[in-house]
C-alpha cells in the first residue's frame, strides 16, 4: 500500500499544469496518444456520425456514419417454417425436445443466417511532419460534460493544439489544429479505407479544399449496395494548398479548421440528392466557421449533459489526479477511487448523447453494440443490434439521468422494423401483428439470426424494445407520443401475442422459444435424455415480457382515457391472468424454464429468468416478496457460480442487486468490473477485450440505481446506497417515473436532505432507504402527496 501510495504521488507530481488542472470526475486525459484503436481512441459523436481520435504526431480520426453497414435489406424468411411450427409445438408437448430443436434449425432458421452488419467509413489520416521523439508537454483529453476532445503538445518550441467536436444541431464533426507560432503549422492529409473504395480524391477546385471519399458496401451495382461519400473540408487562411492523388497537404498555416460529413443511400437514395446533402452541410458549417460550430456543438452536448450529476466523494491519496490510463490499472487490483466511478457515470451520458439522438434526419439509429464506434468493415458480431439484452441495456441510463429523448432514435429503428416484423408475423407464425427475433440490422431485419441452438428462435424482441416507449411515457409524460406511436406499437404486438400463444396445461404460453442464449439439461422424462437443449415451451422471461406488454396496454390506456371496457383493453386484461405464473424451484429459485430441468451453465451470463427484478418490477421486493426472494436465489447462484463474465452481465449484476437494495453487492461488481473489463479509455468489453459499448451503458445504470429508483411507482431515495464505500455524497437532476426530478444529499451513509421537483403534477410515493421515516416540507410523511407542477418538496431526516 504504502509503495502504491508513493507511487501515485510520484506521477501526479510528473503531471502537467494542464492535466493538474482536469477534474478526475470529468476528463479522460491521457499524456501519450493512442497506439491501439479499441485500448486508446476518444469517442466524440453527434449521433448519425462517429470519431474516434487516436492524437498521435501522425493523427488518425476513424469515422462513422450510423447507416453505413455491409449491404442492402435481405430476404431471410424461412420458406418451410410455417409448416414446421405445428410439428415442432407438438413434439415439445411431447416432450421430445432435442427433435423438436433439430426440427427448429432444419425448418425454421432463415436461408442467410445473420442481418446486416455495421461497417466503418475509414480513417482521416493527418501527417503532420512531427516525429514522436520530439515531443514533449503532450496531453490528450475528452470532456465528458461537454462532449469535446483535444491534444496539445510542444514541438521545436512550438505549441501545437488539436480540438474536436461533433455537432448535433450542424450535423458535422469539426476540429481545429493550431500553431503558437504564426505559419509553422503544415499537415498532409488523405483518407482511407480497407477496401471498397470507389474513388478517393483530393481537390483544391473552386476555392474548396477537400478530400473525398465514395465506396460501396460492397455488393454489384445491381444489387442495391449501400453507397457513401465522406467529404472533409479544410480551411487555413493564408496558407498553401496542393494534392497528389488522394492527398491534400497544407503548409505554413498557423490555424487549420476541418469540418467532415458522411452520407449514405440509405437515407439518401438519389446519387444526386446524396452529393447535394455533403455539400449543403458542408457550406452551411464552413460559413459558419469552427468557432460556432464549436459553440454550438458544446452548448447543445451541455445542455443535456448538464441536468444530472453525481458526487460520490473525493477519491484518497490523489488517485483521482493521475492520468485515466493510470486509474484504470490502478483499479484493476484495488479499487479506491469513486471519482473513477463517476468518471465512468459521466462517459456513459456522454455515449449516450454521442450515439443516441434525435435528429433532423427522418430515421435515427440508437447504438449498436459499438454504439457509433467501429473501425472495421464489420463490426465486432456484427455491430448489430442485438435485442435480447444488449440494444436495452444501451438505454438504461437514458430516463434515469434525465436524458428521456436519448430513446428517440429506437423508436425510429422500431418503426422501420414494423412492417418486416408483421411480414415475419404472418410468414413464420401465420399471425398478424409484429415479432422480433434476437437482433435487427439498420434495415430492421427481424428474423431469426444465425443457425444456432441457444439464441436463434426467441420470438420476443419485439415485447422487449417496446417496453421502452412505456418507459418513455412514464418518464417524459409524452402523451402525444403514447398516443400516435406506442400505445398502437403495443396494440400491434399483443395482436401477435394473441395469435402466436397456444394453450398448453390451461395457460397461453410461447413455444419454440428459449431462455436467452442459456441451454438446460434434458432430463431422464424426455427425449433425448441427458443431451443439451435451449428450446422449450414457455421459458420464463417470456412469461414476464407477455405480462408486462399487457400491463402496458393496460397503464397507456388509463393515461389515454380509453375506456376499460375498450375491446383491445379487455383482450390484455383477459389475456393477464392465462400467463403463467413463475414456478419456484428445489433452491428457492426462479425456475427458468417449464420444469426444474439440469443446469449446463449455472454460472449463465444473462440473467433473463430475473428480468422481472431488473429492468421490470414484477419481482421488486415492494411488489412481491416471495418473488423476490425466488429471483435473489436464483441470482445468488448464477453468481456463486461465476455469472458477470462479460462486462455487459456484470453491469447488468449491478442493476440486479441495486433492485434487491443490497448496496454492498453493487459496489462488488462494480470493482469486479474495473478489475478485468475497461480498456485504458474505459471502453467496456467482452471479457477484457473486444469493444462492446453496453457495458458502459449499464454501469451508469447500475450506479445511478444505487441513488434512486421509481420502477414501483415509489420514488425511492437511497435504496441501495453502500454506505461504508461511499459514505458521502450528492446527486442532482436525476429523474423518476410520473416527471419527479430528484436531487438527494447524504452523509455517513445516509439520506440528510433531498428535494422533488415535479415537473407534471401527479400523485408523489415516496420511501427512504430501507424505509425509515422522514419529513416532506417539515412535516412528517405519512402517504403520497399530490403535487403541483413546477413546484419543489423538501425532504429532510
Ligand atoms: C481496429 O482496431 C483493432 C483493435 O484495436 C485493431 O486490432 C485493428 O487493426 C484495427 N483495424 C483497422 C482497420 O484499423
Ligand atoms: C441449420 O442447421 C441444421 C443442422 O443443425 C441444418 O439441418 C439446416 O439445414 C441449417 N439451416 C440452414 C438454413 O442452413
Ligand atoms: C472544450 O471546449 C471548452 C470551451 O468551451 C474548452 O475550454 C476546453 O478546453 C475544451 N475541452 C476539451 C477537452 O477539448
Ligand atoms: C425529433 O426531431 C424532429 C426534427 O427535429 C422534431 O420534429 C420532433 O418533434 C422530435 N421528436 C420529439 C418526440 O421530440
Ligand atoms: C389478420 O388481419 C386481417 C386483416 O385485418 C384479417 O382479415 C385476418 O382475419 C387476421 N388474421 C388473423 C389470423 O387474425
Ligand atoms: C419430468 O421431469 C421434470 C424435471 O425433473 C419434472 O419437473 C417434471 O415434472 C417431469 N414431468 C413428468 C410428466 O413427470
Ligand atoms: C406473489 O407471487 C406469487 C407467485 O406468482 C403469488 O402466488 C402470490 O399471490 C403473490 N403475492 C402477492 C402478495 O401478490
Ligand atoms: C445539498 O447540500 C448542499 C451543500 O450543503 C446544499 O447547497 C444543497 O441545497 C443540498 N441539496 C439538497 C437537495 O438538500
Given at each position: 500500500m504504502a509503495k502504491f501510495n508513493l507511487q501515485a504521488l510520484l506521477v501526479g507530481l510528473l503531471a502537467t499544469n494542464a492535466s493538474a488542472a482536469l477534474d478526475g470526475s470529468r476528463y479522460l486525459w491521457y499524456t501519450s496518444p493512442a497506439t491501439d484503436w479499441e485500448t486508446g481512441v476518444l469517442p466524440i459523436g453527434n449521433s448519425r456520425l462517429g470519431a474516434a481520435i487516436f492524437g498521435g504526431a501522425n493523427e488518425v480520426v476513424t469515422i462513422n456514419e450510423d447507416t453505413l453497414w455491409d449491404g442492402p435489406l435481405q430476404n431471410r424468411i424461412p420458406a418451410n417454417g410455417l409448416a414446421a411450427l405445428p410439428k415442432v409445438r407438438q413434439m415439445l408437448e411431447a416432450n421430445s425436445l432435442t427433435a423438436a430443436g433439430n426440427l427448429v434449425l432444419s425448418q425454421m432458421t432463415p436461408p442467410i443466417s445473420g442481418e446486416r452488419q455495421f461497417s466503418y467509413f475509414g480513417n482521416l489520416n493527418l501527417n503532420f511532419g512531427h516525429s514522436s521523439g520530439g515531443i514533449s508537454n503532450y496531453i490528450r483529453s475528452l470532456d465528458t460534460r461537454q462532449g469535446n476532445s483535444s491534444v496539445s503538445y510542444t514541438y521545436n518550441g512550438v505549441t501545437y493544439t488539436r480540438e474536436y467536436v461533433a455537432s448535433t444541431p450542424a450535423g458535422v464533426i469539426a476540429a481545429r489544429f493550431t500553431a503558437s507560432k504564426a505559419g509553422a503549422l503544415s499537415v498532409s492529409a488523405t483518407f482511407s479505407r480497407i477496401s471498397n473504395i470507389l474513388s478517393n480524391v483530393a481537390s483544391t477546385s473552386g476555392g474548396a479544399n477537400t478530400l473525398t471519399l465514395q465506396g460501396s458496401s460492397g455488393q454489384a451495382a445491381s444489387d442495391n449496395p449501400i453507397l457513401f461519400t465522406g467529404t472533409a473540408q479544410f480551411v487555413a487562411s493564408g496558407a498553401t494548398f496542393s494534392t497528389s492523388g488522394g492527398t491534400l497537404t497544407i503548409s505554413g498555416a498557423t490555424t487549420i479548421d476541418v469540418f467532415i460529413d458522411v452520407e449514405t443511400s440509405y437515407r439518401y437514395p438519389s446519387a444526386s440528392d446524396l452529393a447535394a446533402q455533403v455539400n449543403s452541410k458542408l457550406s452551411a458549417a464552413v460559413s459558419q466557421g469552427f468557432q460556432k460550430i464549436h459553440d454550438g456543438a458544446i452548448a447543445d452536448a451541455s445542455a443535456l449533459l448538464g441536468r444530472a450529476n453525481i458526487n460520490l466523494g473525493t477519491s484518497p491519496n490523489g488517485l483521482a489526479s493521475l492520468s485515466t490510463d493510470q486509474r484504470v490499472k490502478n483499479a484493476r487490483s484495488s479499487f479506491n477511487d469513486p471519482q473513477l466511478a463517476v468518471l465512468a457515470w459521466n462517459y456513459g451520458r456522454h455515449l449516450l448523447v454521442a450515439s443516441s439522438r434525435n435528429t433532423s434526419a427522418a430515421i435515427d439509429m440508437p447504438p449498436n453494440l459499438q454504439g457509433v464506434w467501429n473501425n472495421q468493415t464489420s463490426a465486432p458480431w456484427g455491430g448489430k443490434f442485438t435485442i435480447n439484452i444488449n440494444t436495452e441495456m444501451n438505454l438504461w441510463p437514458a430516463g434515469q439521468t434525465n436524458l428521456i429523448e436519448t430513446q428517440l432514435p429506437l423508436f425510429d429503428l422500431m418503426k422501420v422494423a414494423q412492417p418486416r416484423g408483421q411480414q415475419m408475423a404472418q410468414d413464420l407464425y401465420g399471425c398478424n401483428g409484429t415479432v422480433f427475433h434476437h437482433n435487427l440490422d439498420v434495415w430492421g431485419d427481424p428474423a431469426p439470426t444465425d443457425?444456432?441452438?441457444?439464441?436463434?428462435?426467441?420470438?420476443m424482441g419485439a415485447t422487449w424494445l417496446v417496453q421502452h416507449m412505456i418507459e418513455q411515457y412514464r418518464f417524459g409524460g409524452d402523451l402525444n407520443l403514447l398516443r400516435s406511436a406506442t400505445y398502437p406499437y403495443l396494440l400491434d404486438i399483443s395482436k401477435f401475442l394473441q395469435c402466436y400463444t397456444f394453450s398448453w396445461q390451461g395457460n397461453l404460453v410461447t413455444g419454440p422459444s428459449l431462455s436467452p442464449e442459456n441451454t438446460y439439461v434434458v432430463p431422464s422424462n424426455a427425449t433425448v435424455s441427458g443431451q443439451q437443449e435451449p428450446m422449450d415451451l414457455a421459458p420464463e422471461m417470456d412469461n414476464q415480457l407477455m405480462r408486462d406488454v399487457m400491463k402496458g396496454i393496460i397503464e397507456a390506456a388509463a393515461a389515454l382515457g380509453i375506456s376499460s371496457s375498450d375491446s383491445n383493453v379487455q383482450a390484455a386484461t383477459n389475456f393477464i391472468p392465462q400467463i403463467r405464473t413463475p414456478r419456484i424451484g428445489s433452491y428457492g429459485q426462479i425456475l427458468e424454464w417449464r420444469y426444474e430441468y439440469g443446469e449446463t451453465d449455472p454460472g449463465h451470463r444473462h440473467l433473463s429468468p430475473m428480468y422481472g427484478l431488473h429492468p421490470s418490477n414484477q419481482f421488486s421486493p415492494l411488489v412481491n416478496t416471495t418473488l423476490s426472494a425466488a429471483a435473489k436465489a436464483l441470482l445468488d447462484h448464477r453468481v456463486a457460480s461465476g455469472s458477470g463474465s462479460t462486462g455487459w452481465s456484470r453491469t447488468w449484476l449491478m442493476n440486479q442487486y441495486a433492485r434487491l437494495f443490497s448496496g454492498a453487492d453493487v459496489w462488488k461488481h462494480l470493482v469486479a468490473w474495473f478489475a478485468e473489463y475497461p480498456t485504458p479509455n474505459l471502453w467496456n468489453t467482452n471479457d477484457g477485450s473486444t469493444f462492446q459499448i453496453d457495458g458502459n451503458f449499464g454501469l451508469t445504470s447500475g450506479l445511478t440505481e444505487m441513488l434512486l429508483q421509481s420502477q414501483t411507482g415509489t420514488v425511492h431515495l437511497l435504496p441501495a446506497l453502500p454506505g461504508s464505500n461511499i459514505p458521502t455524497g450528492s446527486a442532482q437532476g436525476l429523474m423518476a417515473r410520473g416527471g419527479f426530478e430528484v436531487d438527494i444529499n447524504w452523509s455517513g451513509g445516509s439520506l440528510t436532505s433531498a428535494t422533488v421537483t415535479s415537473t407534471r403534477g401527479g400523485s408523489l410515493t415516496l420511501r427512504v432507504a430501507g424505509g425509515q421515516s422522514f419529513k416532506v416540507n417539515g412535516a412528517t410523511y405519512s402517504g403520497s402527496i399530490q403535487t403541483t407542477s413546477g413546484t419543489k418538496y423538501s425532504i429532510t431526516v
Open positions: 443457425n444456432y441452438t441457444s439464441s436463434t428462435m426467441w420470438p
